[in-house]
């Protein structure tokens, strides 16, 4: 079956780095954008970052841009998240999830992982 797993996710401080890792089994992973969003409590959940297929074309959400970089390694069917410069605003649980478009509007994503907790805090 489908199955995406978030991994990497703890606490920093603020100004640390993280990398978080989503590994995809039961599709063909190279058919599928690949998105991260995140949930803050008490918030809507909303898109972060999202990886096309093919020529890797990437997109970031204005509030992460030029901190995090979404990367894709076909081979291991596994996409990234590098998240540098981590501020307090960066917590939330964040996940992965997979869709057949270019977009960060979650309706379009299917197959959800379970998420992993990134807490920034001194």
């Known amino acids: 079956q489908v199955q995406l797993v978030e991994s990497g996710g703890g606490l920093v401080q603020p100004g640390g780095s993280m990398r978080l890792s989503c590994a995809a089994s039961?599709?063909?992973?190279?058919?599928?954008?690949i998105g991260w969003f995140r949930q803050a409590p008490g918030k809507e959940r909303e898109g972060v970052s999202y990886?096309?297929?093919?020529?890797?074309?990437?997109s970031y959400a204005d509030s992460v841009k030029g901190r995090f970089t979404i990367s894709r390694d076909d081979a291991k069917n596994t996409v990234y998240l590098q998240m540098n410069s981590l501020k307090p605003e960066d917590t939330a649980v964040y996940y992965c999830?997979?869709?057949?478009?270019?977009?960060?509007?979650?309706?379009?994503?299917?197959?959800w992982g379970q998420g992993t907790q990134v807490t920034v805090s001194s």
């Open positions: 999830a997979r869709s057949g478009i270019h977009t960060l509007r979650l309706r379009y994503y299917d197959s």
């Open positions: 039961g599709f063909t992973f190279s058919y599928y954008h």
């Open positions: 990886i096309s297929v093919g020529d890797g074309s990437t």
